[in-house]
């Protein structure tokens, strides 16, 4: 006689896709069971600079639609910035131009206006007050509020689907999904940040160069996190150099903490 399976959904992977899912799942009434091969905090989720906005995902039409869906969800959490971690920041996307934004976000993004040349020396850019999510705190949060809606959270190396106990699996586990679906076409991008004091930035600034590289600098509670490159096919996990009192002036004088290089999925 077989047993009825003890969860209706088995979310594989435990960084912020993988969370954000199962609490989805488990607040609309399905038991839901996770398992995650890391603790949040070594995810490569919780070294995330973690600013709102579609980037490198396609469609991106489709890519669109599901930013504006997740706008209103961080602006919510954003009135509760020392509990979830969302806080709205302003900032500049450098490289970008008003009508590039407007066409699918000005009508959600209130106070966009172009950035003047004493502002954004380097070419065209764009104000915009966006989500900004200080990781450390937004995944414990949401691991948190998983098992408050009744899920459960084990640590534990998957290496075959087949082997989940439920009737429904959700496959969260990011770039591990190349060996674990089995899926040759999930490719790796390596990106590098550092983590400085902050010696009183208050905004954030994204920059994207003629060439495509992007660059970015973003004022997490504590400390300053600048970052962007973007290399696809890395696999390797070195820490990087500390560019940026080059790249960001304003950070020049202060001490590195940490830094910190990890691939992502393509």
Known sequence: METE??????????????????????????????WTRDPVERTTSAVAGALWWPYRIEPVAS???W??????????????????????????????????????????LPGLRVS???????????WARLPLVDMSAHLP???ERFVAAGGVVEERVVTDLARADAPVVV?????????????????P????????ENPGIRTWAVSTGADGTTAYVLPQPGRLVPGGTAQEDDWSRPAPACTAPATWPAAAPTALSSSWAAPTTR
Do not use: I
């Open 5 to 34: 399976p003890v969860f209706d959904v088995r979310v594989v992977g435990g960084g912020v896709v993988g969370l954000t899912t199962a609490v989805v799942l488990a607040e609309r009434g399905a038991r839901v069971g996770l």
């Open 63 to 65: 890519a669109h639609v």
């Open 67 to 108: 930013a504006l869906r997740s706008l209103d969800v961080y602006e919510k959490l954003a009135a509760r910035p020392e509990v979830t971690g969302v806080r709205m920041v302003e900032g500049v996307l450098g490289g970008t131009t008003l009508d590039e934004v407007g066409a699918w976000a000005a009508a959600r």
């Open 116 to 126: 003047s040349a004493e502002e954004h020396p380097s070419g065209p850019g764009v």
């Open 141 to 143: 949060w949401l691991r």
């Open 171 to 187: 496959n969260c586990s990011g770039l591990g999904a190349r060996d674990l679906v089995p899926d040759p076409a999930v490719r």
């Open 189 to 196: 991008v390596r990106g590098q940040l550092v983590v400085v």
